[in-house]
């Protein structure tokens, strides 16, 4: 995983271009209405959504890929771009008050995605909020590849994904206090030119009281 991401970074740069996705916006007006001081963005990437959120927030951002880390340093210098995979994040006194995850979860077979999902869980406080973004069902590469689990497909070479249908989504989150769901259409111009519309859906939510 890390050696494709860091290929894609090295030959491709910002890969997603300079805009940040929709769901980073909707995201931010949800912190800024419950208060939110500090965020945790799994997954970042080369800061594309994290720059509009650490202008207002504490921002930490875990990412795998070394290249990917080089670039958004430069890109977003207020974040703290921490290099390592989410799932050797260890629960230290850290809490954060909001997770916001793009496009990260849908990379995984099952039991990583659940595992994914707790370690974010775990590292917010009890009134925190998570914010998370997947593949939806209804993309058009839904079914293409060799299937691997229920849903989940080889579309790539060596490149996992997940779609998600509504209900799959909510049950990933079913330990916690879901808010909303949506699904929304983003679409992406490559370097090759190449143009890309996704289907995705989000899901936000508080960590469930104790
Ligand atoms: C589809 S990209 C999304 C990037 C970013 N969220 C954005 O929208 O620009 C997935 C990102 O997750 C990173 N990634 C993959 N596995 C990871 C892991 N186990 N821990 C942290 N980051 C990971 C990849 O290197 C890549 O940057």
């Given at each position: 995983m890390k050696e494709y991401w860091n290929k894609r970074f090295m030959s491709e740069g910002l890969i997603?271009?300079?805009?940040?996705?929709?769901?980073?916006?909707?995201?931010?007006?949800?912190?800024?209405?419950h208060h939110i001081r500090t965020v945790l963005v799994p997954g970042a990437g080369y800061g594309r959504n994290t720059k509009i959120l650490s202008d207002i927030f504490e921002v930490d951002a875990i990412e795998l890929s070394s290249e990917a880390v080089i670039l958004a340093r430069q890109w977003d210098d207020r974040s703290c771009f921490i290099e390592k995979s989410i799932f050797?994040?260890?629960?230290?006194?850290?809490?954060?008050?909001?997770?916001?995850?793009?496009?990260?979860?849908?990379?995984?077979t099952n039991i990583d995605r659940e595992k994914l999902i707790l370690k974010c869980i775990e590292q917010l406080g009890q009134e925190g909020i998570?914010?998370?973004?997947?593949?939806?069902?209804?993309?058009?590469?839904?079914?293409?590849?060799?299937?691997?689990?229920?849903?989940?497909?080889?579309?790539?070479?060596?490149?996992?994904?997940?779609?998600?249908?509504?209900?799959?989504?909510k049950n990933h989150f079913k330990?916690?206090?879901?808010?909303?769901?949506?699904?929304?259409?983003?679409?992406?111009?490559?370097?090759?030119?190449?143009?890309?519309?996704?289907k995705l859906r989000y899901i936000y939510g508080i960590k469930r009281l104790a």
């Open positions: 997603w271009g300079e805009q940040p996705s929709e769901t980073a916006y909707h995201a931010k007006e949800l912190f800024l209405m050797d994040l260890s629960v230290t006194n850290k809490q954060y008050d909001a997770v916001y995850c793009y496009d990260l979860l849908h990379l995984f998570y914010y998370f973004t997947c593949f939806s069902d209804e993309d058009s590469a839904f079914g293409k590849g060799m299937e691997v689990e229920k849903n989940t497909f080889e579309y790539k070479n060596g490149k996992l994904a997940h779609f998600f249908s509504e209900d799959d989504l330990e916690t206090n879901i808010i909303e769901t949506g699904s929304l259409q983003e679409n992406f111009e490559y370097s090759n030119g190449a143009i890309r519309t996704y």
